[in-house]
């Protein structure tokens, strides 16, 4: 429950005398406002046009809690004895206040309860009907029948009075039972120096309004008929920019200034009868009230709604990004039993074997190489989602991305019986290489996935570019079975396939298209695509034109002679052992003399030992102060030249590009047989014997 705002010294006393400070305050208060009340001229004893004492004990009880139930008993009682009503009658106004306010805390903590906010339309609804309405027809027919038995009020005039004092309670509990009830639940940082300006300019501008219109002896309402809404606008802009609390401190101001204006006879109700000025003064404010808390109320819980919006945003950004720190961080250590298993297999798969055991190693290079694919499109996602990804916008011949395109897929293509063509293109592009290339293989692998294969009919895939207004669509068209154009926003979700229910690993695995999406996101181009259902589908990117080549290159394929790598001496720097074991026996099997070192420190005492080896494998990421790059650049300074690559699970872009050009070669994990078996003979061919 809130504490009222009081000094330090106050805080600092025990429990009770606290507590008993705080009764004689607040019951002081409850004092202050009930004189107001009583000060403005009443068409009976007692009956007053607004009661901001209800209000305030009300807000009190709610906001506070009900502890503060004798503020109402004692307040109340003080103040009629003060205005020289007798002792019985006096307790029993004290009754009927104790009653009004403790049945509105009821209702409105138990039977429905409410947030002291009042950011919700619903609580400032309940709020209106059972605290302004139900609670206060209550308090007021019991004030109006003490009245009546003290002989403060004749009995004929019951009903009129008792209407009267019940508009009085109601009206005091909206525009002071509001606002006491929001002040006991401060909100987070209040307001900020801008917002308080404009609270204080809202303020002025609507004290300004409201005294042209209740306290101006002009009578401009004569002129004008409307003239009395002209506070309107400045309440609903405080409810609009403030909220409730706003709402219910432009109300207040109204109110006190109409009620003063209207008591001297002054303002559009001022000339009325007592009666019937009153109960339209009533009915002004409460419209004008309920106007500005609702709108309030709505401004506050549309807040609301986005501050949670945001907050879940946040949130699952963050869980989001927590999972893609985790398998970008992760990558070096997953990647190295995968590295371990590559190199095992290329191994038996050298050795003799009979068809059964082909058929064996040919499932089990399948099931790999789908697992790296699965790994490699998961670390993809997970970089281009950290936005660690690095893009550096370049010009560049299309035909060289095409060509290598045609010499990496023509074999997959003419494997599963696909016919993979490829049209020149002589134009030079504005993008990053590496992503779209990463784009352009991706479109290709999913082309080649889904086209057909039957008796009757080949699949086909088909890469090309053309103009298309002032920018380059670069197509992969496929004959395959296509997609339904309604499903078009959902092909780039992640993990998302068509017509693959079974989860079949032969059709990819529903992430190409998915870091197609967010590689195309940071190089600022658009995607296209477009399908027949049935007969195939496009997919297409629109990148920049920068010129033309002057000379079309020439699509072939570059082959590497069969030169084996016998007789060399390699040097092998890796600290896990699995790894460690499974280059040993993939070397060993190709001839060479394996020297192992498992740091760098390790590799230069070996050297200084008189060991000088043909070749040198490092792996990045190695124990000590040296890491593989280091390492090489250290051997080269002790022996002279000599081939070396480097070996690494991390991929980042800055790693790849400082250990091919300090280096000379870079792998990543985990490195194929035939990647390994190509780079040892291109070194050892001018290296050794």
């Known amino acids: 429950m809130a504490r009222l705002a009081l000094p330090s010294f106050v805080h600092s006393m025990n429990g009770e005398g606290r507590h008993g400070v705080v009764l004689i305050v607040a019951t002081a208060a409850y004092v202050a406002l009930a004189t107001v009340g009583l000060s403005m001229e009443m068409p009976a004893p007692f009956v007053t046009p607004v009661w901001p004492a209800s209000g305030f004990a009300l807000g009190l009880l709610v906001g506070y809690g009900p ?4 503020v109402a008993a004692g307040g109340s009682l003080v103040t009629c004895l003060w205005w020289g009503m007798p002792l019985p009658g006096s307790l029993g106004m004290a009754m009927a206040a104790t009653v009004e306010a403790v049945l509105g805390w009821y209702l409105l903590t138990r039977v429905v309860p409410i947030r002291r906010p009042l950011d919700r339309l619903r609580d400032v609804a309940w709020f209106v009907i059972l605290g302004s309405k139900a609670a206060t027809l209550v308090g007021a027919a019991l004030t109006t029948i003490v009245l009546c038995v003290a002989g403060v009020m004749p009995w004929a005039d019951f009903w009129t009075n008792g209407l009267l004092i019940w508009l009085g309670h109601a009206l005091g509990v909206i525009v002071v ?9 401060q909100a987070d940082g209040g307001l900020s120096a801008r917002r308080w300006g404009e609270a204080a300019l809202i303020g002025v501008l609507l004290l300004l309004a409201t005294a042209l219109v209740f306290a101006s002896p002009l009578r ?19 409810a609009a920019r403030l909220g409730t609390p706003g709402a219910a401190a432009a109300c207040l101001l109204v109110a006190a200034v109409a009620v003063a204006g209207t008591e001297r006879g002054l303002g559009p109700f001022g000339a009325n009868p007592p009666p019937l000025g009153i109960l339209s003064l009533q009915a002004f404010i409460a419209v004008l009230a309920l106007s500005g808390l609702t709108l309030g109320a709505s401004v506050e819980e549309r807040e609301e709604a986005r501050r949670a919006a945001d907050h879940a945003r946040r949130v699952a950004e963050a869980a989001n990004q927590s999972k893609s720190l985790f398998l970008a961080s992760a990558s070096h250590d997953l990647r190295q039993p995968l590295n371990a298993l590559s190199l095992f297999h290329g191994v038996l798969s050298a050795r003799p074997h009979g068809l059964e055991e082909a058929t064996l190693l040919g499932k089990m290079r399948d099931a790999l190489d789908a697992l790296v694919e699965m790994f490699n499109g998961l670390l993809d996602v997970s970089k281009l989602e950290l936005g660690v990804t690095e893009v550096v916008h370049g010009t560049f011949p299309l035909q060289s991305v095409f060509d290598r395109l045609e010499s990496e897929y023509t074999g997959v293509a003419e494997g599963k019986g696909v016919a993979l063509r490829v049209v020149p293109c002589s134009l030079v592009v ?76 032969a059709k990819g695995h529903g992430l190409g298209l998915a870091i197609v999406k967010k590689a195309a996101g940071l190089l600022g181009h658009p995607l296209d695509v477009a399908s027949v259902p049935g007969r195939g589908a496009r997919f297409s990117i629109l990148v920049p034109v920068a010129g033309r080549t002057r000379k079309r290159r020439a699509m072939a394929a570059k082959r590497v002679q069969d030169v084996p790598a016998l007789n060399c001496t390699v040097l092998v720097v890796e600290d896990a052992p699995g790894v460690m074991s499974a280059m040993e026996t993939a070397l060993t099997s190709l001839g060479c003399t394996v020297l192992e070192a498992g740091c760098g420190r390790s590799a230069l005492d070996l050297l200084e030992d008189g060991l000088r080896p043909d070749v040198v494998i490092a792996d990045y990421r190695l124990p000590g102060d040296l890491d593989g790059i280091e390492t090489v650049a250290r051997i080269r300074r002790l022996i002279g030249p000599v081939p070396a690559c480097v070996i690494s699970g991390d991929v980042a872009k800055p790693i790849r590009d400082q250990a091919t050009r300090e ?17 040892l003979e291109r070194a050892c061919a001018g290296n050794c014997d």
């Open 220 to 238: 401009f309402e004569t002129y004008f008929p409307k003239w009395t809404y002209l506070v309107f606008p400045f309440v609903l802009w405080a």
């Open 663 to 679: 280096v000379g070669a870079f792998f990543s994990k985990p490195i194929r047989p035939n990647e390994l078996h190509k780079f």
């Open 177 to 185: 039972g509001t606002l006491v009830t929001i002040s006991s639940e």
């Open 67 to 70: 502890v503060y139930w004798p």
């Open 430 to 505: 504005r993008s990053e290489p590496v992503l779209l290339e990463r784009i352009l293989r991706n479109f290709v692998a999913n082309a080649i996935i889904h086209a057909p294969i039957t008796r009757t009919q080949g699949g086909r895939v088909l890469i090309g570019a053309r103009r298309w207004r002032d920018q380059l669509r670069i197509d992969v068209i496929d004959n395959g079975v296509g997609f339904d154009p309604e499903l078009k926003d959902r092909l780039f979700d992640e993990l998302y396939q068509i017509g693959n229910p079974e989860r079949r690993r």
